[in-house]
């Protein structure tokens, strides 16, 4: 899959704690008149690191009229469980959800398990070129 830098939400990001994603996607005018169209954009979530310590991962896809959120709106939300946190695992988000403001972003929210702290954990995100339909065992 090829992800272009400047589409990019995160780049192996580690996630310990609740964080926005590294970077903020400004959706130019061509990908708001595609999204209001109709015509389907599609976006990776996907765990490059396993977590250790994390009882499960929530993945928001925001967007807002600026770019520094001041008034968040959250768009779709996806969570993965424990068992489901390890490298190559894909969040079900596959393509952008509808209702761009002009710029987004993704929102990472860990839960840790009872006891425990999150040591690791990263997270590569972004719009993408396509789709890989091949069989993935997670």
């Given amino acids: ?29 061509g990908f708001l008149n595609e999204v209001a169209f109709g015509t389907q954009i599609p976006l990776l979530v996907q765990v490059v690191e396993t977590f250790a ?3 499960n991962l929530k993945v928001d896809v925001q967007t807002s009229a600026d770019a ?3 008034t968040p709106t959250t768009l779709v939300s996806s969570t993965l469980t424990a068992a489901d946190l390890k490298a190559g695992s894909k969040f079900p988000i596959s393509f952008m959800p ?6 987004m972003r993704l929102y990472y929210t860990p839960t840790a398990e009872a006891s425990k702290t999150i040591t ?9 070129a396509g789709h890989d339909n091949s069989y993935q065992d997670m």
Avoid: H, R
Wanted: net charge negative; no cysteine.
């Fill in 1 to 29: 899959m090829l992800i272009d830098s400047q589409n990019q939400f995160s780049n192996n990001q580690k996630i310990t704690t609740a964080v926005a994603s590294d970077n903020v996607v400004k959706m130019s005018d």
């Fill in 53 to 55: 310590g994390a009882a």
């Fill in 68 to 70: 520094e959120f001041t």
């Fill in 120 to 128: 690791a954990g990263a997270v590569t995100a972004g719009v993408i």
């Fill in 98 to 103: 509808k209702g761009n403001l002009g710029y």
